[in-house]
């Protein structure tokens, strides 16, 4: 696997595992005037309720990206890793005999 096809495949399957974790956090809480954090690893928004007082947690936004992509940076080191032995198996034993 090339580098650069192991990169994208690596931070979009990193960006859909955020996702869902996400998505499934969310669906647990279901309370409609609470004072909650949202976003996994790190909060991107904090809902202020009724009161007000919410809003977007920038620092939570700039953990999450720096996390997908180092996720998405190990996803992608352990697939070129992986397509290398992969590659270098194939190519050895389509040798043939001399």
Do not use: Q
């Amino acid at each position: 696997m090339g580098r650069r096809r192991a990169t994208v495949t690596g931070v979009l399957t990193s960006v859909f595992l955020f996702a869902l974790v996400n998505v499934l956090w969310e669906r647990r809480n279901a309370c409609w005037d609470c004072f909650a954090p949202h976003g996994r690893p790190f909060a991107y928004f904090r809902e202020g309720g009724f009161g007000g007082g919410g809003g977007y947690v920038w620092g939570g936004i700039a953990g999450d990206f720096l996390a997908i992509l180092a996720v998405g940076a190990a996803i992608a080191w352990a697939l070129s890793r992986l397509g290398h032995r992969v590659g270098s198996r194939a190519k050895f034993e389509s040798r043939p005999d001399n």
